[in-house]
C-alpha cells in the first residue's frame, strides 16, 4: 500500500531533550516535506527536500532540522524542543515538486507536546 | 509572494443545503491551487486541483471549484452538503520559482442535521 508514514504519533517531552520524528515514504517520490499546523495559522512549511542531499527551508525553519540521505525518508530533528514548538506536524511527499502537476501525500501527523 | 486567504475561518450548512468555502490567492503569475480534506484526527487528503486546463475543476465526494481570474478566487463548492463532509478544508498554492507549498488558514464546515 502506498503510503506515508510518521512515528511516533504522539510524544510529550521537555524543554531542552532532543527529538527526531521520522518520516518514510514507499512511493519512490522524489520530494518530500514537514509542515505544522496551529490553531489558527493552517499548515506551515517548515522544510522541503527535492531529492536526496538537497533540502531547502519553508516558511518557518527556525528551531528545526532535517536531511535527506535516502530517497524514502526524511527525518525532521529538534535540537533543543521549546514549548513553542508544540504543534501538530505532518510530513508529504509527491513524485515531483510541480505543483498541482503532482499530488502530495500526507502521513497521520504527530502530535508533539514540550513542557 | 503568492498567498491564499481563506475568508472563513468557520462555516455551518445545513444537511442537503449547498457549500460555499471561500479562497482569494495573490500571485503575479498563473497560479497553482487545490484544495485539501482534513476530516478529524486524519492527514490531508487532496480534493481538486487546478491545472490551467479547465477553469471549472470537479474534485472528489461532489466538490468543484472556480477559477476566477478577474476575481483572483478559487472557491470551493458542493451543491448539497452530507453529514460526512464535515471537516475542516484547506486551499493552497505552489510557488513554482521556489518549490514552497503555502497553505491558508482553514476552513472548519460544520454540517447540521
Known amino acids: 500500500e502506498a503510503q506515508v508514514t510518521q512515528n511516533p504519533r504522539y510524544l510529550i517531552t521537555v524543554t531542552g531533550k532532543k527529538l527526531t520524528v521520522t518520516c518514510s515514504q514507499n512511493?519512490?517520490?522524489?520530494?518530500m516535506s514537514w509542515y505544522r499546523q496551529d490553531p489558527g495559522l493552517g499548515l506551515r512549511q517548515i522544510y522541503y527536500s527535492m531529492n536526496v542531499e538537497v533540502t531547502d527551508k519553508g516558511d518557518v525553519p527556525e528551531g528545526y532540522k532535517v536531511s535527506r540521505k535516502e530517497k524514502r525518508n526524511f527525518p525532521l530533528i529538534l535540537e533543543s524542543p521549546s514549548p513553542n514548538q508544540t504543534s501538530l506536524y505532518f510530513c508529504?511527499?509527491?513524485?515531483?515538486?510541480?505543483?498541482?502537476?503532482?499530488?502530495?501525500?500526507f502521513g497521520p501527523g504527530t502530535r508533539l507536546l514540550v513542557l | 509572494a503568492q498567498s491564499v486567504t481563506q475568508l472563513d475561518s468557520h462555516v455551518s450548512v445545513s444537511e442537503g443545503t449547498p457549500v460555499l468555502l471561500r479562497c482569494n490567492y495573490s500571485?503575479?503569475?498563473?497560479?497553482?491551487l487545490f484544495w485539501y480534506v482534513q476530516h478529524p484526527n486524519k492527514g490531508l487528503q487532496l480534493l481538486l486541483k487546478?491545472?490551467?486546463?479547465?477553469?471549472l475543476v470537479k474534485g472528489i465526494n461532489g466538490f468543484e471549484a472556480e477559477f476566477k481570474k478577474s476575481e483572483t478566487s478559487f472557491h470551493l463548492t458542493k451543491p448539497s452538503a452530507h453529514m460526512s463532509d464535515a471537516a475542516e478544508y484547506f486551499c493552497?498554492?505552489?510557488?513554482?520559482?521556489?518549490?514552497?507549498?503555502?497553505f491558508g488558514t482553514g476552513t472548519r464546515l460544520k454540517v447540521l442535521a
Open positions: 508529504a511527499s509527491s513524485l515531483r515538486p510541480s505543483g498541482t502537476q503532482e499530488t502530495q501525500y
Open positions: 512511493m519512490n517520490h522524489e520530494y
Open positions: 493552497g498554492t505552489f510557488t513554482s520559482g521556489t518549490y514552497k507549498y503555502i
Open positions: 487546478y491545472t490551467s486546463a479547465a477553469t
Open positions: 500571485s503575479s503569475y498563473s497560479p497553482s
